[in-house]
C-alpha cells in the first residue's frame, strides 16, 4: 500500500470515531431532556437525509477539488454541528447537520482509493479501510457510552476553563465538547493527505445542472448487470445495519434492562465480528467472486430473528459477534465489485455519490418507518422481526435477480468478471 492510503485510514478512523460517539452522546442528550422515544430513532434517518438530498452535487464536488480537502472541509462541517447541539439548536437539527459534513466526506473517503491505488489491491484496501471504520464504531460507541457515563462525564465537567463560560452542565454535552476535538484532530490528518496526480473534473457553475448528469450515472449503474447487483445488496445491507445500530440500544434495554452506557458495548460487539469478517474478506476473496458471498446475507436475516430469543448478554455477545461477522464477509467483496464497475462506468466520485444515495435512501426510508412504528408504539422484538425478514426475503430476491441475469445475458457477464478478473491480478 502506499504511504498516502495509511493518511487516509487515520484520517477516516478519528471522524468516524467522532461520528458513532456523537450518535451515543446525541441519544443521551435527548433522553436527559426528556425526549420522546422516536425522536431517538429519529436520529438515524436525519443522519441519512442529506446523504440523500445531497448525492447529485456531493460526487461532482468530490471529483473537483482534492479530496484531501473535501474532507477537511466536511470535517469542519461536524465540527460546526456539534457546536450548535451545545448552544441550544435542537440535537435532532444540529445531528442533521453532521450528516451534511458526513455527506460530503464519503465520496472523497472512497473515491480516492481508485485514485490512489491500482484495482488489483482495492479488495484488500476496502478490506482494511471497513476494517478499520468498524474498529472506530467499536471504539466509537463505547466511547460516547463511557463519556455519558458518571465516571468520565463528572470530570469532564470539572473541567474549568479561564476566561470561558461554556455553559456546559450535563454530562451528554461535556461528551459532545470532548468529541469536537476528536473532528478536529480528523481534520488535521486530512490536511497530511497527499495529492494523487489525478486530474480533477469540471464542476459546473449552476449546480442544478449536475442532476441530468446524476441521473444518468444512477440509472447506468442500475442498467449495469453486475452494478445492479452489487449495489443493490450493499444498498440492502447498509441500510438495515444503518438502523441495528439503534435498534440494538432499544433491544438490549428491553431484553437486558440495559442503560445508555451498558447497551452501547454490545453495539461495539457486532462491529467487532463486522472488523474480522470484512479483514477475513479482504484476505480471502476476489473481485470476480464478489457475487458468491450473496447467501451469507439470507443467513443474516435469520440471525437477526434469532435475536429475540436471546435474554442472556453470555450468548448475546458471542451471537452477536458471529452476525457481524456475516455482514463484513458479505459487504467488502460486493463494495469493491461496485467501485469497479462504478470507477469504469462514471468516476470514482459520482459512483460513490449514486452509492451513497441508494443506501442512505434505504437507511432514510427504514428509520422513517422505524421512528414512526415506534411513536405508534412497536416493540423493539417486532423491529428486530420486521428488518431480519426484510434482510432474508430481499437478499433471495437478489440472488434470484442475479440468477437470472446469468442465464439471460451469460456473455455479458462472462466478459464483466474477465475485466474484473484481469483487473484484479494485474492492477
Known amino acids: 500500500m502506499k504511504r498516502g492510503f495509511y493518511t487516509i485510514m487515520t484520517a477516516q478512523f478519528f471522524s468516524s470515531l467522532a461520528d458513532n460517539a456523537l450518535f451515543v452522546a446525541a441519544i443521551e442528550l435527548l433522553r436527559t431532556r426528556g425526549a420522546p422515544e422516536w425522536q431517538s430513532a429519529a436520529l438515524v434517518p436525519l443522519f441519512a437525509l442529506f446523504y440523500v438530498v445531497l448525492a447529485p452535487f456531493v460526487g461532482a464536488f468530490a471529483d473537483a477539488k482534492p479530496k484531501g480537502q473535501v474532507m ?18 435542537h440535537p435532532l437539527l444540529a ?57 468520565i462525564s463528572d470530570r469532564l465537567l470539572a473541567i474549568d476553563l479561564p476566561l470561558l463560560h461554556t455553559g456546559i452542565t450535563h454530562p451528554a454535552e461535556a461528551a459532545i465538547g470532548a468529541l469536537v476535538l476528536v473532528y478536529a484532530l480528523a ?64 433491544w438490549a434495554g428491553a431484553a437486558l434492562g440495559y442503560s445508555t452506557t451498558q447497551a452501547s458495548s454490545l453495539v461495539g460487539v457486532v462491529a467487532l465480528g463486522t472488523a474480522v469478517g470484512a479483514v477475513v474478506a479482504s484476505l480471502r476473496m476476489r473481485l470476480d467472486q464478489a457475487t458468491r458471498v450473496m447467501p451469507l446475507g439470507i443467513a443474516m436475516g435469520v440471525l437477526v430473528i434469532c435475536m429475540n430469543f436471546i435474554d442472556n448478554v453470555w450468548i448475546a455477545a458471542p451471537f452477536l459477534v458471529l452476525l457481524g461477522g456475516l ?7 460486493m463494495n469493491a465489485l461496485l467501485q469497479h464497475r462504478g470507477h469504469n462506468l462514471m468516476g470514482a466520485g459520482r459512483s460513490i455519490a449514486v452509492q451513497n444515495f441508494n443506501e442512505q435512501a434505504c437507511i432514510l426510508s427504514l428509520g422513517a418507518l422505524y421512528s414512526f412504528s415506534t411513536a405508534a408504539g412497536l416493540s423493539a422484538f417486532a423491529a428486530i422481526t420486521a428488518f431480519g425478514l426484510v434482510v432474508a426475503g430481499f437478499m433471495w430476491l437478489i440472488m434470484k435477480w442475479h440468477q437470472h441475469n446469468q442465464r439471460a445475458h451469460p456473455h455479458e457477464l462472462e466478459r464483466l468478471m474477465e475485466i474484473a478478473r484481469r483487473d484484479d491480478l494485474h492492477g
Not at 477537511?72 to 439548536?89: D, E, H, P, Q, R
Not at 489491491?121 to 460516547?144: D, F, M, P, R, Y
Not at 449536475?210 to 441500510?239: A, E, M, V, Y
Open 72 to 89: 477537511f472541509i466536511s470535517n469542519a462541517i461536524k465540527v460546526v454541528g456539534c457546536l450548535l447541539m451545545l448552544v441550544g439548536v
Open 327 to 333: 455482514g463484513g464477509f458479505l459487504v467488502v467483496p
Open 95 to 151: 445531528y442533521t447537520l453532521v450528516g451534511l459534513g458526513a455527506a460530503a466526506y464519503s465520496p472523497a473517503k472512497y473515491g480516492i482509493l481508485t485514485e490512489l491505488l491500482p484495482p488489483s489491491q482495492l479488495v484488500k484496501a476496502n478490506g482494511w479501510i471497513e476494517g478499520l471504520t468498524i474498529a472506530s464504531i467499536i471504539l466509537g460507541v463505547l466511547l460516547g457510552g463511557q463519556l455519558v457515563a458518571p465516571w
Open 187 to 250: 481534520a488535521w490528518f486530512n490536511t497530511r493527505i497527499p495529492l494523487t496526480g489525478v486530474t480533477p473534473r469540471h464542476m459546473p457553475k449552476n449546480p442544478l445542472a449536475l442532476l441530468p448528469d446524476f441521473w444518468r450515472c444512477n440509472s447506468r449503474l442500475w442498467r449495469d448487470h453486475l452494478g445492479q447487483i452489487s449495489l443493490s445488496t450493499t444498498t440492502l445491507f447498509w441500510g438495515v445495519s444503518g438502523n441495528l445500530r439503534y435498534i440494538v440500544l432499544a
